[in-house]
């Protein structure tokens, strides 16, 4: 991997470009042509959206490419923004047959080469169905979001998606890192949308800018997909200091194009040890911090990043300090981080999610000198929403058909990360897009069977 430039404010940009190259033509081809096409593949099962990947590989190796990005994207309305994201070593490659004898196809890159080139052709997949007169409210317009609204407008739905934020694309648009994930990418996957008569209503606010009771009664049903809020507060001492920062927010400002030189020399430690924790450290790194830490109160363990991220992190040069929780956060009279007051952990029994519970080590309090803490120890549910709509929920998770994807309220269902936690499902942005089609395709058929909106 090519040496973060750290000092020069003119390189900022320059650091946060795509980190991996895109196969070239020959490349993709030799690739492809590697692939056995099994019959049965298990690289199909292990895909949640069931890609046909043989197929859209046999299309490469036969230079038919709008044929492969076509297999690709009708299985996975966010297929582009997977072939970067997904943890392809954990799913499809992981189960190819290959990785008994040389080394598994691959299969992201691949289905990165075909979208790449749909969206530098500008391609337009799919065309919307014939209209049968009913009409979806889709309450935001993240991976889950996108994948019901696109479904759902080939079955010849009349879909307007209500996104709170300035442009669609969720998690893909603001959340994921650009050096992984351009924002370019998921406009492209947004505009694929927009081109089957989806109507997107962006910074507009569900129960601010339109009440829910005005979605229930203008439309013959209501998908929710909003997906997760802020990250939560640590609920200790310093959090208001100068140069606490929320990693959502804190990703966020560098995808939409407001690089930070404030980092450039600085020292920076990340709290939590997730996949957004990891974007938050490695961000870090690209801004030009000389020396970023992670602290998770667990051990290597029990975080719950990918390991490809983990390693992708370790190669940036972030540090990890393993059962160390923050205790308060020091500033000085300008009311400007300064430090950090640690203590050690040690792990006792295992808690509802299966993790070992830490507890503190009395008299092992320590302080680093830091000049910025990323808080980065999960997100908030949208509960003011969840209740708005009267749905029956579990701390915010809310509960759903696991066949249908309804909620308590039979005109509302629910797909993606507002329906993840307390033990069901993957938070991914490809098991989001699976279960808005399952949403999509359960509402059809409520729809087809009686006659009449649910």
Known sequence: MEKIQRISNTNL?????????????????????????????????????????????????????????KTIMAANPVGASCSRVCPTEELCEGACVLNHSTKPIMIGNLQRY?????????????????????????????PAGLSTSRELARLGYKVTIYEASEKAGGL????????????????????????LNVT?????KVGKDVTVNQL???????????????????????????????????????KSGR???DFIGKRAVVIGAGNTAIDGATCSV??????????YRRTEEEMTAYDFEYEFAKQDGVEFRWLTAPKRIIGDETGRVTGIECIKMKLGEPDQDGRRRPHPIKGSEHVLPVDAVIKAIGQTRHLELIEALELKHDSGVVQVNKETYQTSNPK??????????????????????QQGKLAAYSIHKQFTAVGTAP
């Open 172 to 195: 893909n648009t603001y959340g994921i890192v650009s050096f992984r994930l351009p924002q370019s990418i998921s406009y492209w996957e947004v505009e694929q949308v927009e081109k």
């Open 412 to 433: 509302v269902y629910a797909c993606g990360d507002v329906v993840f936690g307390k033990g069901i499902g993957d938070a991914m942005v490809v098991t989001a897009a």
């Open 13 to 69: 940009e320059i650091n946060f470009q795509e980190v991996e190259d895109a196969l070239t033509k020959q490349e993709a081809f030799e690739e492809s042509n590697r692939c056995l096409y099994c019959y049965d593949a298990p690289c199909i099962k292990a895909c949640p959206t069931g890609i046909d990947i043989p197929t859209f590989i046999k299309k490469i190796a036969s230079g038919n490419l709008l044929g492969s990005a």
């Open 259 to 261: 690089l930070s030189k």
């Open 200 to 204: 997107i209503k962006t910074n507009t």
């Open 216 to 254: 229930l009664q203008n439309y013959d049903c209501l998908v929710l997909a909003v997906g997760m809020a802020q990250v939560p507060g640590l609920g200790i001492e310093g959090e208001n200091l100068e140069g606490v920062y929320d990693a959502i927010e804190f990703v966020k400002e560098t």
């Open 114 to 142: 075909a979208t790449d080139w749909a969206i530098k052709n500008e391609q337009t997949l799919f065309n919307p169905g014939a209209p049968n007169g009913k009409s979806v409210a889709v309450v935001g317009g993240g």
């Open 286 to 295: 690209r801004l030009g911090a000389e020396n970023v830490k992670i602290l």
